[in-house]
């Protein structure tokens, strides 16, 4: 079992920046895949940033290409979402997943086999 949970969200004005975290613990050597979606009232969920942790390789959304960075700290056992010029658009929960799958970019990160609760992010106009 993967635990998840991540942290970090807030009010933030549009053009801001934020930087939201996901600390993973118990069998989570075996994660292959980390990433980010988002869900916002009433929209389907939106897979925003995918990291292949044994290759390095990273996929960004188009909506948030250019504008956000997922990376991980392995020895902190951490994951990080850096999302810079924030738009009111960017509006909503967001959340951390894992999975073991080799197919990282294949799998939508909502459907990875672990998730977190969830860091709501709020930005205005």
């Known amino acids: 079992q993967v635990e998840l949970v991540e942290s970090g969200g807030g009010s933030v004005q549009g053009g801001g920046s934020l930087r939201i975290s996901c600390r993973t613990s118990g069998y989570a050597d075996s994660v292959n895949c980390m990433a980010w979606f988002r869900q916002a009232p009433g929209k389907a969920r939106e897979g925003v940033a995918t990291l292949e942790t044994s290759g390095g390789r990273t996929y960004y959304s188009d909506s948030v290409k250019g504008r956000f960075s997922i990376s991980a700290d392995n020895a902190k056992n951490m994951l990080y979402l850096q999302m810079n010029s924030l738009q009111p658009e960017d509006t909503a929960m967001y959340y951390c997943?894992?999975?073991?799958?080799?197919?990282?970019?294949?799998?939508?990160?909502?459907?990875?086999?672990?998730r977190g609760q969830g860091t709501q992010v709020t930005v205005s106009a």
């Open positions: 997943a894992a999975d073991a799958t080799l197919g990282c970019f294949s799998v939508p990160p909502d459907e990875y086999a672990y």
